[in-house]
């Protein structure tokens, strides 16, 4: 069984107060979080938060059906089925499905859904391979990273458009995280004001090797150019593939009606990155003199 890198020895830590020693015993830790349930609700007009309280799906509503974003893990599926029923929804109204990237805890209800409801999966064309095998990058037989494989109907790249009835969504490619991580931007309406939403992919390092035999080749300038990317980008709100990555749950609870919608906050992306990157640099330093070490 493969080690546990630096940073993913970290997140363990700090969850659980011991060194967790491989990815099984992390995922068991991890889990807890990221199978509990959350009340699912309306974040900001079409956008309605379905997942659980350690793993962010979403599902817009349009005038011709609805777009799934995401997933969480394999034995979520069922849980999140029942979160779009109980906001009114039917899952069989699911047209298209997208993934912002290839991980076993964004992808593991795609086959699962996509059989059910025959709906268009659409991803990032360097995370088709990914996802049509079922196995995380540079990584390749690690079942414990292993997830359900699922076709791809459709690959894009950098501001591909994916459009359901009066609902437009444009790709930005963002790798780093994953070789194809496509963050999705759209606009709401709050307020009777256009607002831009980013529901961005990731930017941590988590189980990648950045070094020596890197998780895939140019990594490291993949998320140099993202987190310059996304610096720049001018974005109302920000959404994420886990809810710590824009505070979701605190939000929610500040959520009143007439009031100011708390998930709109211009600023929090680039805010969100320059610590991205900042982090980025120790993981790098912290990987690059382990390899000296050896």
């Known amino acids: 069984m493969r080690k546990l890198t630096a940073a993913l020895c970290a997140l363990a830590l700090s969850a659980t107060g011991a060194q967790a020693q491989t990815i099984k015993d992390f995922l068991a830790v991890a889990m807890k979080k990221w199978t509990a349930p959350f009340d699912p609700f309306q974040l900001i007009d079409n956008i309605y938060y379905v997942g659980t309280d350690g793993i962010a799906v979403y599902v817009?509503?349009?005038?011709?059906?609805?777009?799934?974003?995401?997933?969480?893990?394999?034995?979520?599926?069922?849980?999140?089925?029942?979160?779009?029923?109980?906001?009114?929804?039917k899952v069989a109204d699911i047209k298209i499905i997208l993934n912002t990237h290839a991980h076993l805890d964004h992808t593991g209800g795609f086959a699962e859904i996509k059989k059910e409801t025959g709906a268009q999966l659409i991803a990032g064309e360097r995370d088709r391979p990914l996802l049509e095998g079922g196995y995380y990058p540079g990584d390749e037989k690690n079942e414990d990273l292993a997830f359900p494989a699922v076709k791809v109907d459709r690959a894009v790249n950098e501001g591909d458009k994916v459009t359901l009835g009066d609902t437009t969504l444009t790709a930005h490619a963002t790798p780093g995280h994953s070789p194809g991580c496509t963050s999705w931007e759209m606009t709401v309406k709050d307020g009777g004001q256009d607002r831009e939403v980013l529901f961005f992919c990731s930017g941590t390092v988590a189980l990648n090797r950045l070094v020596g035999q890197p998780t895939y080749a140019s990594i490291v300038d993949d998320y140099r150019t993202t987190f310059a990317k996304v610096k720049a980008m001018k974005i109302d709100v920000l959404l994420g593939p886990h809810p710590e990555v824009y505070g979701m749950q605190a939000k929610r609870a500040e959520m009143k009606d007439g009031a100011p919608n708390p998930f709109v906050k211009p600023g929090e992306l680039a805010t969100y990155a320059t610590g991205l990157s900042e982090t980025f640099d120790k993981q790098l330093a912290k990987q690059t003199a382990a390899l000296e070490k050896k």
């Open 60 to 89: 817009i509503k349009t005038s011709q059906g609805l777009i799934l974003m995401d997933t969480a893990m394999p034995q979520s599926t069922g849980m999140i089925k029942d979160n779009i029923a109980k906001l009114g929804f």
